[in-house]
């Protein structure tokens, strides 16, 4: 079986390269700018053999790192479909240990394996010009390629456990964001080291750190500046390797065990959010609140005036003589307040389809927590790119903690208070369809109320971290932490009671708010 499966995977590698003409131009053209780009690679990396031992080990472990992590997170923001699904075998019938041992064997003939193959013995090359022992290089090539293959396989499996029968777009722009919030902080964090001839501190630390992980110890072994720490790294190796080949092992047995749920016609042409979201009460108002959110103008306008707001409140400041690395520290703060601010209206957004929440006996727990869904999927990266930048311009990256602190304690507790005010005190808007700019006349002063108590209540919230982080500011980063879990105990405190009280009223103010959507 094994041999059969091989040959089935080179002749699907070479079948890529068959077609029409303007087919094969086009995979002739990306060959050869792989293998161009290949070479140039490795040209360089065989270059640190000129370099120190100690950058010859961060780049290393930094850069095998995020290969290895790569071969994970590649399949399922790609949307890949594995040309060698178990499940495609199961029509002969094969046993699951021999199908699941040949499978294995197939995924390391593959382009992007035969790529880091290159670049890891260029990298053996810079190893043993600082002196590092053969079969240590060796060993080390071979446990980082085989995780990097297990680790796409593993992920490929799962995702065919998990996918819908069409992945949606909105999928994979779950994931591309899960990819912002990530990369976009290691990147400024990168780009705002001074290397000044050496190493940074950071990325020594980093390297430390990764050497002892499962995605970067193999890539250590090599490298290690001890036999103690190499034979550490081989150790954790080795049991990734294993954990990871027993969960491929069984990931094979449930495919070829599992039937797959049958879909309907609607499923098959996407239903969007729906069709993403858990089919619960949580999950539907979670997906009906997240097409809001992303069609409806009104939501879009309030949701880009956020970011723009925030950035001009540093131009007076700059103008009056504080310091840009001082100024730049405020507009994260307050794109956090604003955006957990933002849903303290957001039932009397829904107009007269409120009915279907309370009519179809929705949990008020349910309603709550599905409209914060699109709130935080907004904030999340506004918040992962606005933070390194601010600290970048800043310059001291010990400061980090803290301003998370102060991002988190006005957004999470904000967040809480809007889920009250949302129940308690809605106030007639703009109907859907018309101008978010045209606003309806409002007889009392209940929404005025509302909003400031919301504004107050977050600041109040957020009061100690910001005294902790300012502290830090004038004198000692090391309150910065104080700050940090200051924001985040009071954050999570607020956000907990706001959404179980809110949760309460909905359930018990029912009528009252279908007589205040008729009414607006």
Do not use: K
Not at 116 to 140: N, Q, R
Not at 209 to 228: Q, Y
């Amino acid at each position: 079986m094994v041999a059969h499966v091989l040959r089935l995977r080179l002749a699907m590698m070479l079948g890529a390269l068959r077609g029409d003409r303007d087919h094969v131009l086009r995979r002739a053209v990306g060959l050869f700018v792989l293998i161009a780009g290949t070479v140039f690679a490795a040209v360089n990396v065989v270059a640190l053999a000129d370099s120190d031992r100690l950058t010859t080990a961060v780049v290393t472990v930094l850069a095998g790192s995020a290969v290895t992590l790569g071969f994970a997170i590649a399949p399922p923001v790609t949307a890949s479909v594995d040309p060698l699904d178990p499940r495609r075998f199961a029509v002969i019938g094969p046993e699951p240990r021999p199908l699941a041992a040949a499978l294995l064997a197939a995924g390391f003939f593959s382009v992007p394996v035969v790529v880091v193959v290159v670049l890891a013995v260029s990298l053996a090359v810079a190893w043993t010009a600082h002196g590092a022992p053969v079969g240590g290089s060796i060993v080390s090539i071979v446990l980082g390629v085989t995780t990097c293959v297990l680790l796409a396989r593993v992920s490929l499996a799962l995702g065919a456990l998990v996918r819908r029968p069409r992945q949606s777009r909105e999928l994979i722009g779950v994931y591309l964001v899960a990819v912002l919030v990530v990369v976009v902080p290691v990147g400024i964090f990168l780009g705002s080291l001074e290397w000044r001839g050496a190493v940074p501190s950071q990325l020594v630390s980093a390297a430390e750190v990764l050497g002892w992980t499962p995605v970067g110890a193999a890539w250590n072994i090599a490298v290690a500046p001890t036999a103690g720490a190499a034979a550490a790294s081989v150790v954790v190796a080795l049991a990734t390797v294993a954990l990871l080949t027993a969960a491929w092992f069984v990931l094979v047995r449930v495919l070829l065990t599992t039937t797959p749920r049958p879909f309907t016609v609607r499923e098959r042409a996407g239903l969007g959010w729906f069709a993403l979201l858990p089919g619960t009460p949580g999950g539907a108002v979670a997906a009906r609140s997240l097409s809001y959110w992303f069609r409806d103008r009104r939501y879009v306008v309030n949701v880009l005036v956020v970011p723009i707001a925030a950035v001009l409140t540093t131009l007076p400041l700059i103008v009056a003589g504080v310091p840009v690395e001082y100024a730049v520290l405020l507009p994260a703060p307050i794109i956090a307040l604003f955006l957990g601010w933002l849903p303290h209206n957001d039932l009397a957004y829904d107009s007269t389809a409120l009915w279907m929440h309370i009519a179809s006996g929705v949990r008020g727990l349910s309603d709550r927590l599905g409209r914060l869904v699109p709130v935080v999927l907004i904030a999340l990266p506004l918040l992962a790119v606005a933070i390194p930048l601010a600290i970048a311009v800043h310059g001291r990256w010990a400061f980090a903690p803290a301003l998370v602190g102060v991002c988190a304690a006005p957004f999470l507790s904000g967040l809480g208070l809007s889920s009250i005010a949302s129940v308690v005190a809605p106030y007639a808007v703009s109907r859907p369809g018309d101008s978010p700019f045209q606003q309806p006349q409002r007889t009392g002063s209940g929404g005025v109320a509302s909003q400031a108590l919301v504004m107050i209540g977050a600041l109040i919230a957020a009061s100690p971290a910001i005294w902790f982080a300012w502290q830090a500011v004038a004198s000692d980063t090391a309150d910065a932490f104080a700050a940090l879990w200051a924001g985040l105990g009071a954050g999570v405190v607020v956000l907990l009671v706001g959404v179980a009280v809110g949760a309460a009223q909905f359930e018990r103010r029912g009528t009252r708010l279908m007589e205040f959507a008729e009414a607006t």
